[in-house]
């Protein structure tokens, strides 16, 4: 891990936003299980090092899109609990008024383009708001989220090449947690993942993504120079999803060994590590941790109890936001 | 007789065309130990080993592009599209190649293969798990679409397809895998293009397909109890269409809804209304009447989504109005 000591602030702001992603996850894996929340959603828990250790080298300008497991890089880029949890139930005061839910939850005012259902979906809009950016000679950089199983849609390759070509400032992060759904990832990606981005020319980087530390400080640094016209860069992350693929996904051994899930879980995961560590080198007391892991509870807490209250959006919303400027698209 | 799930239709049904045909095989994403996220093709592999049952990568246009060449060549593919959705990906290896090929070659090449997918709101999956497509391909000359409403015509057509020459599109309802309805043991084939009378009526016609002819059941049951008799058709595939059956009804009874759950502008209910006042204009009583699903696109919140959907109660309010001879517009 990095040195200590050099910006108290920031390393428990990350380990905050880290415990604020495993808290929102817990409560919304329980709104699921007690038949609270409509539909299904993937859980980010285990992977709150890789969404906390870029979004923690981003600007509130700077833009990032998200994917199906989603939750973790809307907080970490700067949502609130009580606008996720609404939209996690379809309330109308959600970030997207109950019509997106988990899966394309997006939150405008902090510069996430959102979640999206379809796997790679997202590559595209990544590159075209690095495009903007240039275009518009603003110094804002876009992180594209994307899953390992999404290295094999081919909208992938055409978006580096383009991005490769052009220099824009965009950064593709691809969250290795060595699943796709039901399928381990060697089994569905031959060859090295870095290996095609730097087939486009393009600087890759592996890096631990259980490490909060060793992502931000390679992030912090593609950033700076993404702005300065050096990008596009691409980074795999090497991390663990300790959920199914989705909250319904319970009985998984036959594809995923519980000895597996354990080892990751006690051996690596990133906010014991962390939380170990700001001990250590004395940046905070097992005291002061332990208050604000309280503090982000109760805050959680609140939230969803305020979310469970809120109110439906009126059926008269179904047909608004179809096309802007059209007030209902069926009237 | 012994009633069986609609995805144990479609399972038997595979499981008897690769026995019976060495060159049919399953292609998808894990469509093998995972036997798809619906477990619709559980046990397949242990029979059939993973060379018939493949496994992809997340790569829809790539896998279905394959399927297209290993059916001109040989061998009978049964696509798994994970979500009637993820057509929009696979749209140009489908509709600019498997459904002309056999036309730009003078007849000389063929594509005998089947996507299977799905369709089917309120499962709270949002705008993009959700859509119901199949008006797209029917859409396309040369690719057949068949639309099962049941786990008899679940496995009929499936068969009909796999033994099909040309390319089919079959869409199951995702909310009906688990329903059970009754299917004799032994071979059962149903022909394309051979609409099914579900129910005789002399008043009133409702024509729906997939899940809507549930839907219609239900209106005529709830129309019966007031002294309206209404008949239900299922035309089971689209194309091709048995206009014939469609037609004698309409004349027979002289008013027509039509329901169908893809959007109701440019859709299916559209295209049956026109072929209706196309040839049955004299014995209409009515303007046959659309109803799809509303056209927008399909919002999370379970307040929103369930009004865009056509329900028994909506279709029946519609038919009484028909019936007591008000002219009604499609809203
Ligand atoms: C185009 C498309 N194909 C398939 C799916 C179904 N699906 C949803 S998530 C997923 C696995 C994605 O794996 P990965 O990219 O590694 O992300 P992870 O879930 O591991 O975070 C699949 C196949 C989808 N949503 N979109
Ligand atoms: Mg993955």
């Given at each position: 891990m990095a040195e200590a000591r050099t910006n108290t602030e920031d390393y428990l702001r990350m380990y905050r936003q880290m415990v604020r992603i495993r808290t929102f996850e817990d409560n919304a894996n329980q709104l699921y299980l007690s038949a609270k929340m409509p539909g299904l959603t993937h859980m980010y828990s285990g992977e709150e090092a890789v969404a906390v250790g870029i979004c923690e080298a981003l600007k509130v300008a700077d833009k990032i899109t998200s994917t199906h497991r989603g939750h973790g890089h809307c907080v970490a880029k700067g949502a609130a609990f009580r606008e996720m949890f609404c939209e996690l139930l379809g309330k109308e005061e959600g970030y997207c008024r109950g019509k997106g839910g988990s899966m394309h939850i997006a939150d405008q005012s902090n510069g996430n383009l959102g979640a999206n259902a379809i796997v790679g979906g997202s590559m595209g809009i990544a590159t075209g708001s690095a495009f903007t950016a240039r275009m518009l000679g603003r110094d804002d950089v876009t992180v594209c989220f994307f899953g390992d199983g999404a290295t094999a849609q081919g909208l992938m390759y055409e978006v580096m090449n383009m991005a490769a070509l052009w220099k824009l400032p965009v950064i593709y992060a691809c969250e290795n947690n060595g699943y796709s759904e039901y399928t381990r990832t060697d089994e569905i990606a031959a060859g090295s993942i870095t290996a095609r981005a730097e087939a486009f020319g393009i600087e890759a980087h592996q890096v631990d993504g259980q490490d909060v530390l060793a992502v931000n400080a390679l992030t912090q640094d593609l950033v700076a120079r993404a702005r300065r016209g050096e990008g596009p860069f691409f980074i795999e992350l090497m991390t663990y999803r300790y959920h199914g693929h989705h909250v319904g996904d319970i009985n998984r051994e036959y594809y995923r060994a519980k000895a597996e899930e354990q080892e990751w879980k006690e051996t690596r995961d990133p906010i014991t590590r962390f939380r170990g560590w700001l001990v250590e080198e004395g940046i905070a007391s097992e005291d002061e941790i332990e208050a604000m892991n309280e503090e982000i509870r109760a805050d959680a807490k609140a939230a969803v109890d305020y979310a469970l209250a809120a109110k439906y959006p009126d059926t008269s919303e179904v047909d608004m936001h179809v096309y802007k400027g059209v007030t209902h698209a069926l009237a | 007789?012994?009633?069986?799930?609609?995805?144990?239709?479609?399972?038997?049904?595979?499981?008897?065309?690769?026995?019976?045909?060495?060159?049919?095989?399953?292609?998808?994403?894990?469509?093998?130990?995972?036997?798809?996220?619906?477990?619709?093709?559980?046990?397949?592999?242990?029979?059939?080993?993973?060379?018939?049952?493949?496994?992809?990568?997340?790569?829809?246009?790539?896998?279905?592009?394959?399927?297209?060449?290993?059916?001109?060549?040989?061998?009978?593919?049964?696509?798994?599209?994970?979500?009637?959705?993820?057509?929009?990906?696979?749209?140009?290896?489908?509709?600019?190649?498997?459904?002309?090929?056999?036309?730009?070659?003078?007849?000389?090449?063929?594509?005998?293969?089947?996507?299977?997918?799905?369709?089917?709101?309120?499962?709270?999956?949002?705008?993009?798990?959700?859509q119901s497509l199949h008006a797209l391909v029917a859409h396309i000359p040369g690719l057949k679409v068949a639309l099962p409403s049941s786990a008899l015509e679940a496995k009929g057509l499936l068969k009909t397809a796999?033994?099909?020459?040309?390319?089919?599109?079959?869409?199951?309802?995702?909310?009906?895998?688990?329903?059970?309805?009754?299917?004799?043991?032994?071979?059962?084939?149903?022909?394309?293009?051979?609409?099914?009378?579900?129910?005789?009526?002399?008043?009133?016609?409702?024509?729906?397909?997939?899940?809507?002819?549930?839907?219609?059941?239900?209106?005529?049951?709830?129309?019966?109890a007031e002294g309206i008799e209404a008949e239900v058709i299922d035309p089971r595939t689209i194309v091709p269409l048995?206009?014939?059956?469609?037609?004698?009804?309409?004349?027979?009874?002289?008013?027509?809804?039509?329901?169908?759950?893809?959007?109701?502008?440019?859709?299916?209910?559209?295209?049956?209304?026109?072929?209706?006042?196309?040839?049955?204009?004299?014995?209409?009583?009515?303007?046959?009447?659309?109803?799809?699903?509303?056209?927008?696109?399909?919002?999370?919140?379970?307040?929103?989504?369930?009004?865009?959907?056509?329900?028994?109660?909506?279709?029946?309010?519609?038919?009484?109005?028909?019936?007591?001879?008000?002219?009604?517009?499609?809203?």
């Open positions: - | 007789m012994r009633e069986i799930t609609l995805s144990q239709a479609v399972n038997e049904a595979l499981a008897e065309e690769m026995r019976r045909d060495e060159t049919v095989f399953i292609i998808g994403e894990d469509v093998a130990e995972a036997g798809t996220p619906f477990k619709v093709l559980s046990g397949l592999v242990e029979e059939f080993g993973t060379a018939r049952v493949v496994d992809t990568p997340i790569a829809e246009p790539g896998f279905m592009g394959l399927a297209v060449g290993a059916a001109m060549t040989g061998t009978r593919p049964v696509v798994d599209l994970m979500f009637g959705d993820f057509l929009f990906l696979v749209m140009d290896q489908l509709c600019n190649q498997a459904a002309k090929t056999h036309y730009m070659s003078g007849g000389k090449l063929t594509v005998p293969l089947v996507l299977r997918t799905n369709l089917g709101a309120t499962r709270r999956s949002a705008a993009q798990h959700s796999i033994r099909d020459d040309n390319p089919v599109v079959i869409f199951e309802d995702k909310l009906m895998y688990n329903d059970k309805a009754p299917v004799p043991e032994g071979e059962v084939l149903i022909p394309f293009g051979q609409a099914n009378v579900k129910r005789e009526g002399r008043d009133i016609t409702l024509i729906g397909t997939s899940s809507m002819v549930q839907v219609c059941e239900a209106a005529a049951g709830i129309l019966s048995d206009e014939a059956t469609l037609l004698a009804s309409a004349r027979k009874t002289s008013r027509v809804i039509v329901v169908d759950e893809g959007h109701q502008s440019y859709g299916i209910t559209g295209e049956i209304a026109a072929r209706i006042n196309e040839r049955a204009f004299y014995h209409l009583d009515a303007p046959v009447l659309r109803m799809g699903a509303m056209d927008v696109p399909v919002p999370f919140s379970p307040a929103l989504e369930d009004i865009t959907v056509p329900t028994p109660e909506g279709v029946a309010e519609n038919a009484r109005r028909l019936v007591r001879g008000e002219m009604i517009h499609a809203a």
